[in-house]
């Protein structure tokens, strides 16, 4: 860790703000959470165990992208009505009609949403990313579960494919080659530490919120129309077997244990889209072409 890093680890402005509103559910009607654990892949629901957390949370890292397609279509239309794949429903309805993910924001409401409706004693979390850089400003949300008295970071933007135990005063990682991830323990909170698909290079995410409302993650991913490096141009990450595929400006990455390739998409990019990730014609024939304005943000 940098001295940037660790200065950044134990300045007292980063102290945590904790359950900034009561506890809402926000569930899953039935015949809803069957379809979308039948397009996960899933035929039975997981145990309610650490081992059926890591089932369902590798089953949403390789089928439930993280993307920017719904926000840019929208976005990119000029209208002022709320992004509509913000609330769980919507967010669940358009993967399933068109294979979209979402920013941190709808997506990890998706995730804990699912979790609750499975039974999971899940919470939603608010987090700085690039805190080291940026500050404490709540802008990524995650999704952290309970087992047996642990907590777990299961993050629907890092998809790190297991679920990374946070230990009170101790680090903890998961070594991989594609995706690592460690976290570190910051006050009574931790920083999450992981890695840029597209070059590799370090991320922290401070925790702030350990248990916010649904209506906080509204409220930020409507903030993020304004300032948000996933605004202007389209943006797209999934797993598969020992890789992760990056699509980001106007570039596609590829991480495998052995390092990052990159190539141009050029025109070449509805048919990475809708053949590598799986996004139906129709949703891939809305998204308006890249704008090279700088979107100079960590909102998302």
């Known amino acids: ?26 569930m899953l009607s039935p015949d809803l959470t069957e379809a979308v654990l039948s397009k996960l892949g899933l035929s039975e629901r997981p145990a309610l165990d650490r081992a059926g957390l890591d089932e369902i949370y590798r089953a949403w890292c390789r089928r439930v992208p993280f993307d920017n397609l719904v926000k840019r279509i929208h976005l990119g239309g000029g209208s002022p009505a709320p992004i509509p794949n913000g609330p769980p429903d919507a967010f669940f309805a358009s993967w399933l009609a068109h294979g979209t993910g979402g920013t941190c924001w709808p997506s990890a409401g998706g995730l804990h949403a699912l979790l609750v409706e499975l039974g999971f004693d899940a919470r939603r979390g608010s987090a700085a990313m690039f805190d080291n850089l940026y500050g404490p ?13 642990v907590d777990y970071w299961v993050d629907s933007s890092m998809l790190t494919d297991v679920a990374l135990p946070l230990v009170p005063h101790a680090p903890t990682r998961h070594d991989d080659p594609v995706s690592p991830v460690w976290a570190e323990p910051v006050d009574d909170l931790w920083r ?24 906080h993650y ?39 244990p052995d390092g990052i390739t990159s190539a141009p998409l050029g025109d070449d990019r ?15 024939a809305q998204i308006p072409a890249d704008d090279p304005k700088d979107p100079g943000s960590t909102f998302s």
């Open 218 to 256: 509204l409220a930020r991913y409507e903030a993020s129309r304004d300032l948000s490096p996933f605004n202007a141009a389209v943006y797209a990450n999934r797993n598969v077997d020992d890789a992760r595929i990056t699509i980001a400006v106007g570039q596609r990455f590829e991480r495998r």
């Open 137 to 149: 400003i709540h802008t990524h949300g995650t999704t952290l579960v309970r087992v047996d008295g």
């Open 270 to 284: 509805d048919r990475v889209l809708i053949e590598e990730f799986g996004y139906s014609d129709a949703i891939v």
């Open 1 to 26: 860790m940098s001295k940037e890093h660790a200065h950044a680890a134990s300045a007292g402005r980063l102290s945590p703000v904790r359950r900034t509103g009561p506890y809402d559910r926000g």
């Open 192 to 215: 999450v530490w992981w890695t840029s698909a597209a070059n590799g290079e370090e991320i922290g995410c401070l925790l702030l919120a350990d248990d916010v409302t649904s209506a």
